[in-house]
């Protein structure tokens, strides 16, 4: 509804100022589902809102960070060349940063076994500079199954190898890795921790 779509504009815009208030980077953004629009209407939907946004708060530097999708239903920004369309369509606005997930990506395919690879294809199609964060996750379900189930690390798909490239280019490259692991089944964050700290430290 009306009254839905200026409310969640209203609230973004309250977090943007918020986050800039306490000294944050910015917020971090599902860019939504078509539902019932085509996906041509649902982008320039959303590139109008992105755009409302922009000017609203143009005056702070708290950016809008868009993370990619899982793919399940009728998400957009499941790809990188997705999340670039945005990007281009907002004139590459200094304002807009990039939150990687990596149960995500792995839910639409990105095969993390290369990590090397998927994180070379993001520099090309989007650029390192703006990543602002990576949402550090391994996933319960098999690649390409745009399925987003979040798992705690080493407990899921993605692998040990993986996730300690993951984490070792994280922390070369300065950029903050944030759990989103399920906490269940005797796991706290505490073991997601600890399993970096074990597996990753020497690698």
Request: proline letters at 1%; glycine letters at 8%; one cysteine or more.
């Amino acid at each position: 509804s009306l009254s839905s779509r200026c409310w969640a504009l209203a609230s973004l815009i309250d977090d943007l100022r918020g986050v800039e208030m306490l000294g944050g980077a910015g917020v971090v953004l599902h860019v939504g589902k078509s539902l019932e629009l085509s996906q041509a209407d649902a982008f320039d939907f959303l590139i109008k809102n992105l755009k409302k946004i922009l000017v609203e708060t143009e005056d702070i530097g708290a950016k809008i960070i868009l993370e990619n999708t899982a793919g399940q239903g009728t998400e957009m920004g499941r790809s990188f060349e997705e999340l670039a369309e945005i990007y281009d369509s907002l004139g590459q606005s200094k304002k807009i940063g990039f939150c990687l997930d990596t149960c995500h990506s792995w839910a639409w395919g990105y095969d993390w076994s290369n990590a090397d690879a998927v994180l070379k294809d993001f520099d090309r199609v989007l650029g390192l500079k703006n990543l602002t964060l990576i949402h550090f996750n391994d996933a319960m379900k098999e690649r390409g199954s745009r399925v987003d189930r979040h798992a705690n690390l080493g407990d899921g798909c993605i692998g040990e190898k993986s996730l300690c490239a993951i984490a070792k280019f994280a922390a070369e490259h300065s950029i903050p890795l944030i759990l989103e692991t399920p906490e269940n089944k005797g796991k706290t964050h505490i073991d997601d921790f600890n399993f970096v700290r074990s597996h990753c430290h020497s690698r």
